[in-house]
């Protein structure tokens, strides 16, 4: 249960970080002309005469200061998001290397083999081609 929250969790900070990632730059493009107005010469003078102006140049620059802001945040909460999915995953065991399963040994056939005549037994019981260094059946070294 506690390791499907922070997957979750993890998925949330994704989701917020690339939110904000993103509209962050929505808003600094759609604000890039009104603050390039606002600095030409003719913008200048504009704001000088007009009060009206000034205002909507100042909104414009704390817009886009914010979309800034905003960007940087979504980009941490995404590297963030990101490495904290990674270790969940890495502690769940997703990236451990697979093994192969050890077969089930009765205390009969774990007993050391006898040496072999003719197939030989790997003291599991089980028939091996003459050469063979493994049993096909359960992984079992030759005798």
Known sequence: MAGSRGIAGAGGG????LLLLVGGLIVKHTQANMIAECSSGLGQLGQAFDPNAAT???AAQDLSSLATAGIWLGAIMLVIAVVGGIAMLAAAGVF???TRPKAAVSPAAAAPA???TGAA?????HEVRPG???CTVCGRPAA
């Open 121 to 125: 037994e790997p003291g599991c019981g």
């Open 132 to 134: 063979a260094r493994f």
């Open 96 to 98: 451990a290397a697979t």
């Open 14 to 17: 994704f989701g917020t970080g």
């Open 114 to 116: 006898e040496p072999a």
């Open 56 to 58: 909507g140049c100042s």
